[in-house]
């Protein structure tokens, strides 16, 4: 096993620049979380878009089951992934940077699942699996 990898930026000038940042991260998901639907705004949104579409395709030989809800757990999976890798290699603000992704990208998906429960399709239509017509 080798050793931990070293900090590239240690000591008090390390510490500073990850306390901006965590301030930083915290001020920018402030209004994410207050308006529903903001976070489909934020540059992350085209991030998070990526993975939640190739969730889609990667399960597709699966069922249509699977391949609608894949995109979703893609979505959330790719930044746990992450939160997982960095903590087991030690860089402790790395993960919490990547549980910060990971919350970020359950506020982008509330719009969907919201879409989803009332049965429209993500224009805004009725999808028609749920009854009620266009």
């Known amino acids: 096993m080798s050793p931990p990898a070293k900090d590239p930026i240690g ?10 940042l965590s301030v930083g ?4 998901i402030w209004p994410l979380s207050i308006q529903f639907g903001a976070a489909l705004t934020s540059f992350l949104h085209g ?10 395709i990667l399960l597709l030989p699966f069922g249509p089951l699977l391949t609608a809800l894949s ?5 959330i999976a790719i930044p746990l992934l992450c939160l997982v890798a960095l903590a087991r290699h030690g ?11 990971t919350g970020e990208s359950l506020l982008d998906l509330a719009p969907y699942i919201a879409n989803a429960r009332a049965g ?6 009725r999808d028609g699996t749920r009854g009620g017509g266009p």
């Open 91 to 101: 860089d402790r603000f790395g993960a919490s940077v990547a549980l910060w992704w």
């Open 25 to 28: 991260l915290l001020l920018w």
């Open 11 to 20: 000591g008090r000038p390390g510490v500073v620049l990850q306390g901006l």
């Open 47 to 56: 991030v998070n878009l990526v993975f939640h579409e190739a969730g889609h």
């Open 71 to 75: 995109g979703s757990l893609t979505q």
């Open 120 to 125: 429209v399709d993500a224009s805004g239509r």
